[in-house]
């Protein structure tokens, strides 16, 4: 058995800042199934938000008006006390970081340089190119590796070991060898990332399987919002490779079959800029009223950015473009259209990342805290990772100070490993008549087809049946590789089982919130209704599927208003 005072799960941003927090006070250490550095937050391009006011056009913006935009582009769902700490927070984030090394783009003055992004008033944006997560979480790596923090990379954590009321540790595979292990701890801190990967039109790597939301759903800790999706209007035609929405900061038009920059109808004053829910939408309502291109999509013109702009600010996205669509922007417009992007619900928590489980944090895409509401805006998640995640290690740190060693659960650890050991041994040997890749293609369409960007009552319907019947026959399920050492096979049949459950989770919460609201839109209840629905869903797991309940929404100075761009 090993034990450290906090474990901190997942390597993207979040776990790395919770860990740069708390290692300096506690033994600590970072469990990850992939090396930190390969983690999502790598794939971020566009930028990072904070009211950093270091631009010409920007010289009036503060922590207060990103606040509103946040909450406003949340559509009022966001719990106002989060944001507000959340902006608070993020200019000295952001100096944190510069400081720690990151290469951010400049001003010809050498301040760090801003861009406009959806839903902000004023360029908020920090980027570095358009590589930004990349940057950031090799500058971070840097100060895990200089603070000595343990790592233990290609773990895949299984279970949430729970004592009672407290958490006490993690019960994790070792991929290389298969060896399943026991990671006794005081505290346990999820930045497990986000869920994309229920859903076959995904812009997310494929590790974004949803496994720490999924862990604590079955420990028992409730799943908040889940049905708030955000799908991002500019993903790559065919393949959902993200074009950074910088592309649209930096003046990209979106334009129609008819040669129309379509957006005019839908958000006169912000246009491209208005929030991602709203452009998505009016790029899908072209596409679907036969104002698309042939396959599908609509245009993403850069052209008239000019060559020097485009391969100054967008480098990577032309890459992109060029390598997967065969199409230079400079000379080109890029085919897009709206593609599953982010997990606004998660795991339930507050702003120091505690659960309703003693011990237990989580921050990040994982979490819930919440500050996206309905929507989120972009640049604001790679901002939550930094700003909750510390708050988090820092929470985490608190506790565990106070508290005794938790050898006094060795029990409880010891009945939670041999459940694990006896549940994969149970799997590894599964020799049912379904193929676990047919089932997840199965329910990676039904997320798409029935729980997309426009939503009804008759297909959330089916969609939930669908994913129900996929529940079942999950437990006919056969395994294809037997071996121990590196068993992605059995890896992947177990992150099925949670991603069943997150899907299910997100439907019944879509069926039951009769609105629309940010991301969730019901053509059968257009309009938001806040007398029943300014509220938060909760989603328990039972034995029968998702328990929801719900919880008031913390509203501090911004009262509800209608959304209007
Ligand atoms: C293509 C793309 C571009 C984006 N661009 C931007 C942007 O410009 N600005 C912005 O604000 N946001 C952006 N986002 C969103 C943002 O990048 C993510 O929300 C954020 O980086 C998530 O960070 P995280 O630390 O929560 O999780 P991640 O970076 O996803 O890390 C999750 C970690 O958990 C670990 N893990 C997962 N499951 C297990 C398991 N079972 N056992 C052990 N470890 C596990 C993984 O190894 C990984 O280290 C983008 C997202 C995508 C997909």
Same mark, same amino acid.
């Given at each position: 058995?090993?034990?450290?005072?906090?474990?901190?799960?997942?390597?993207?941003?979040?776990?790395?800042?919770?860990?740069?927090?708390?290692?300096?006070?506690?033994?600590?250490?970072?469990?990850?199934?992939?090396?930190?550095?390969?983690?999502?937050?790598?794939?971020?391009?566009?930028?990072?938000?904070?009211?950093?006011?270091? *631009?010409?056009?920007?010289?009036?913006?503060?922590?207060?008006?990103?606040?509103?935009?946040?909450?406003?582009?949340?559509?009022?769902?966001?719990?106002?006390?989060?944001?507000?700490? *959340?902006?608070?927070?993020?200019?000295?984030?952001?100096?944190?970081?510069?400081?720690?090394?990151?290469?951010?783009?400049?001003?010809?003055?050498?301040?760090?340089?801003?861009?406009?992004?959806?839903?902000?008033?004023?360029?908020?944006?920090?980027?570095?190119?358009?590589?930004?997560?990349?940057?950031?979480?090799?500058? *971070?790596?840097?100060?895990?590796?200089?603070?000595?923090?343990?790592?233990?990379?290609?773990?895949?954590?299984?279970?949430?070991?729970?004592?009672?009321?407290?958490?006490?540790?993690?019960?994790?595979?070792?991929?290389?060898?298969?060896?399943?292990?026991?990671?006794?701890?005081?505290?346990?801190?999820?930045?497990?990332?986000?869920?994309?990967?229920?859903?076959?039109?995904?812009?997310?790597?494929?590790?974004?399987?949803?496994?720490?939301?999924?862990?604590?759903?079955?420990?028992?800790?409730?799943?908040?919002?889940?049905?708030?999706?955000?799908?991002?209007?500019?993903?790559?035609?065919?393949?959902?490779?993200?074009?950074?929405?910088?592309?649209?900061?930096?003046?990209?038009?979106?334009?129609?079959?008819?040669?129309?920059?379509?957006?005019?109808?839908?958000?006169?004053?912000?246009?491209?800029?208005?929030?991602?829910?709203?452009?998505?939408?009016?790029?899908?309502?072209?596409?679907?009223?036969?104002?698309?291109?042939?396959?599908?999509?609509?245009?993403?013109?850069?052209?008239?950015?000019?060559?020097?702009?485009?391969?100054?600010?967008?480098?990577?996205?032309?890459?992109?473009?060029?390598?997967?669509?065969?199409?230079?922007?400079?000379?080109?417009?890029?085919?897009?259209?709206?593609?599953?992007?982010?997990?606004?619900?998660?795991?339930?928590?507050?702003?120091?990342?505690?659960?309703? !489980?003693?011990?237990?944090?989580?921050?990040?895409?994982?979490?819930?805290?919440?500050?996206?509401?309905?929507?989120?805006?972009?640049?604001?998640?790679?901002?939550?990772?930094?700003?909750?995640?510390?708050?988090?290690?820092?929470?985490?740190?608190?506790?565990?100070?106070?508290?005794?060693?938790?050898?006094?659960?060795?029990?409880?650890?010891?009945?939670?490993?041999?459940?694990?050991?006896?549940?994969?041994?149970?799997?590894?040997?599964?020799?049912?008549?379904?193929?676990?890749?047919?089932?997840? !293609?199965?329910?990676?369409?039904?997320?798409?087809?029935?729980?997309?960007?426009?939503?009804?009552?008759?297909?959330?319907?089916?969609?939930?049946?669908?994913?129900?019947?996929?529940?079942?026959?999950?437990?006919?399920?056969?395994?294809?590789?037997?071996?121990?050492?590196?068993?992605?096979?059995?890896?992947?049949?177990?992150?099925?089982?949670?991603?069943?459950?997150?899907?299910?989770?997100?439907?019944?919460?879509? !069926?039951?919130?009769?609105?629309?609201?940010?991301?969730?839109?019901?053509?059968?209840?257009?309009?938001?209704?806040?007398?029943?629905?300014?509220?938060?869903?909760?989603?328990?797991?039972?034995?029968?599927?998702?328990?929801?309940?719900?919880?008031?929404?913390?509203?501090?100075?911004?009262?509800?208003?209608?959304?209007?761009?």
């Amino acid at each position: 058995m090993i034990h450290h005072q906090v474990i901190v799960v997942g390597g993207g941003l979040a776990g790395l800042r919770a860990a740069l927090e708390a290692a300096p006070q506690v033994d600590t250490a970072v469990l990850s199934l992939v090396h930190p550095v390969r983690s999502h937050s790598g794939a971020a391009q566009g930028g990072i938000n904070a009211a950093l006011a270091n *631009m010409e056009a920007c010289k009036d913006d503060n922590p207060e008006k990103h606040a509103f935009d946040t909450i406003k582009g949340s559509d009022f769902l966001a719990d106002q006390d989060a944001v507000e700490i *959340m902006t608070r927070e993020g200019p000295a984030c952001i100096i944190e970081l510069e400081h720690w090394g990151v290469p951010f783009s400049r001003t010809p003055q050498g301040k760090i340089a801003q861009r406009p992004f959806g839903g902000a008033g004023y360029p908020r944006t920090c980027y570095a190119a358009d590589k930004t997560g990349l940057y950031i979480l090799h500058t *971070m790596y840097e100060q895990v590796v200089k603070q000595g923090v343990r790592v233990y990379d290609e773990w895949a954590i299984l279970s949430l070991i729970r004592d009672g009321d407290t958490c006490c540790g993690v019960v994790a595979m070792h991929l290389p060898t298969g060896q399943i292990e026991a990671f006794q701890a005081e505290a346990v801190i999820f930045a497990t990332g986000g869920a994309g990967r229920i859903y076959s039109n995904s812009t997310n790597s494929h590790i974004c399987t949803g496994d720490g939301m999924s862990i604590a759903y079955h420990a028992g800790v409730p799943l908040k919002d889940m049905e708030f999706i955000q799908f991002h209007p500019t993903a790559l035609l065919r393949t959902n490779i993200l074009i950074t929405e910088g592309a649209r900061g930096e003046g990209g038009y979106l334009v129609n079959r008819l040669g129309e920059r379509f957006m005019e109808k839908y958000a006169p004053k912000a246009m491209e800029l208005a929030p991602r829910d709203i452009v998505s939408r009016s790029i899908q309502t072209e596409i679907n009223e036969g104002r698309g291109f042939e396959d599908g999509c609509v245009h993403l013109d850069l052209r008239h950015l000019g060559r020097e702009k485009i391969l100054e600010r967008l480098p990577g996205i032309r890459a992109i473009a060029m390598d997967f669509a065969g199409v230079d922007p400079i000379e080109k417009p890029i085919p897009i259209h709206p593609g599953q992007h982010y997990t606004m619900g998660g795991i339930d928590c507050n702003y120091r990342g505690e659960t309703g !489980l003693k011990g237990f944090y989580a921050a990040g895409e994982c979490a819930c805290v919440s500050v996206h509401g309905a929507n989120r805006l972009g640049g604001n998640s790679l901002l939550e990772t930094v700003v909750f995640g510390k708050l988090s290690g820092a929470r985490a740190a608190e506790f565990v100070r106070g508290k005794a060693s938790s050898q006094g659960n060795a029990n409880a650890v010891e009945q939670a490993l041999a459940r694990v050991v006896a549940e994969t041994e149970k799997l590894r040997s599964a020799d049912g008549k379904e193929d676990p890749a047919s089932l997840r !293609l199965e329910m990676q369409k039904t997320m798409a087809d029935k729980v997309g960007i426009f939503r009804t009552k008759q297909e959330l319907a089916e969609g939930l049946a669908a994913i129900q019947a996929l529940q079942k026959r999950y437990r006919e399920i056969r395994l294809n590789g037997r071996q121990k050492r590196f068993n992605l096979d059995l890896l992947r049949n177990w992150e099925l089982k949670g991603m069943l459950d997150l899907s299910e989770a997100v439907v019944a919460g879509a !069926l039951a919130r009769e609105e629309s609201r940010g991301s969730h839109s019901r053509t059968d209840f257009p309009k938001r209704d806040d007398v029943n629905w300014l509220k938060h869903t909760l989603a328990f797991h039972t034995p029968e599927g998702a328990r929801l309940e719900y919880k008031p929404v913390t509203i501090t100075r911004f009262q509800p208003e209608e959304r209007k761009y």
